[in-house]
């Protein structure tokens, strides 16, 4: 699937570091959602949005700061960052927030 | 959502069918079936869904019970490339919140 992108696929950043996560995604879906997923864990929705306004955050913290400023892109500003956020990030897209999701290739990151 | 249980991992014969069970005995009348798998490191990909009648498309069939309380995701001919976790997930699609457990480790070997 190369419907959802997501750059940079890699990141290393120290705690002090402020980073972004960027997706775009190119099937004209209305919806685009963040989840984390942390090792032997199972995946976690961070953020969910609809028609760029926020539906969903399932009380991440706020050194995860969401953007999304048109219906095809994504961000995920991240700042201040502890080791335990460490994970694959993914992001994801559905036509709108019923219908069914496709997901980028994810960001793997790594907080030193 | 409804709760899902998966048996943690299975192993199939390059070549054979895939037979992959997943129970959720307090599916509700509105809410679907959804498998997703995931290849090591990968984003998951989205494989089938249903809601009462078998479903089938390119990648799998879909074979949902009378009653709902439990459906089998069959892989048809297994390669070694359908090594991944399967993840199956009921959601009444409202906000389709997706809620992913544990999965199925389908080991192909040849």
């Known amino acids: 699937e190369t419907g959802v992108t997501q750059t940079p696929r890699h990141l290393v950043m120290g705690m002090t570091n402020k980073k972004s996560l960027k997706c775009e995604q190119h099937l004209g879906h209305n919806a685009m959602y963040w989840y984390k997923q942390s090792a032997k864990k199972p995946l976690e929705l961070m953020f969910v949005?609809?028609?760029?306004?926020?539906?969903e955050n399932n009380s991440v913290p706020s050194r995860f700061s969401p953007e999304c400023p048109n219906s095809s892109h994504l961000f995920l500003h991240l700042h201040t960052l502890q080791p335990e956020d460490s994970a694959l990030y993914l992001c994801?897209?559905?036509?709108?927030?019923?219908?069914?999701?496709?997901f980028g290739p994810g960001t793997r990151l790594l907080v030193l | 959502d409804a709760k899902t249980t998966q048996p943690p991992s299975m192993d199939c014969a390059e070549g054979r069918a895939a037979n992959l069970p997943c129970n959720h005995s307090?599916?509700?009348?509105?809410?679907?079936v959804y498998w997703y798998r995931q290849i090591h490191s990968q984003g998951p990909q989205y494989i089938i869904h249903?809601?009462?009648n078998n479903e089938t498309n390119e990648m799998a069939s879909l074979i949902i019970t009378e009653d709902r309380k439990s459906s089998t995701l069959i892989l048809p001919h297994a390669t070694l490339r359908d090594t991944a976790v399967y993840y199956c997930i009921v959601t009444n699609n409202a906000g389709n919140m997706l809620t992913f457990g544990g999965g199925t480790r389908l080991m192909v070997k040849p």
């Open positions: 994801a897209s559905s036509q709108d927030w019923t219908e069914t999701q496709y």
């Open positions: 949005y609809s028609l760029e306004e926020r539906v």
């Open positions: 307090t599916i509700s009348g509105n809410e679907y």
């Open positions: 249903g809601l009462k």
